[in-house]
């Protein structure tokens, strides 16, 4: 509880230069970016890809050499560099805002006024505090305010936000808040259910639990709109 209050009331500065990324297409200045920012210093992106790479890529090689590994060993050789580059281009890719997909909006024109679910997108992301892997299911919805988005797109923002060192609480609410963003409305939900290795692999090793965090904004903060989400979701394919 302590550790969300803190999280909600983080500055948002970061978040706000994203949120500008994601509505350039469509909306206003008028509209107020808000969202549960990823701490990130202000020189985050002044080394280049390639400059952060180089410069991980020793580090790594320290911590192998420290735990006794033979880098000079064929299988090990490549890693500190193999391992530099999975995080600056694939594992964490989603840092840089410059990397956040487009998200083209469309009128509405058929008039669906019910909500979309768009359910079971897969995502895998890496828990912060021990850079180990969580995975699982994000369903999201939304109820149209007059615009709609291109399916893929609502996949696409799951995995942008994925691509960041991550809690699943921070990363459910930035793609709900994102979404609200993109899609001009409040009535937005997300529900994430995943698995953490930091859980089951390590530590109280429970390889049984699950984790799952919800979004309702607007409409589904309603009890009946909220239940009909959740009954899709639990609806088998
Ligand atoms: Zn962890």
Redo the contacts with the bound molecule.
Sequence with gaps: MKQKETLLTTPLKEEKIELSHLIIEEMGDEHKASSVDTPLRSDAFDKKDDEKIAAIEPHFRAIMEILGMDLRDDSLRGTPLRVAKMYVKELFQGLNPANMPSMTLFENKFQYNEMLVEKNINFYTN??????P?FGKAHVAYISSGKVIGLSKLNRLVEYFSKRPQ?QERLTMQIGKALQTVLQTQDVAVMMDAK????SSR?VKDDSSNTITSFFGGKYQDEKTKLEFLKYIEMND
Excluded: D, I, T, Y
């Design positions: 828990c912060e505090h021990h850079f180990v969580f809690v953490h290795l930091c859980v530590g």
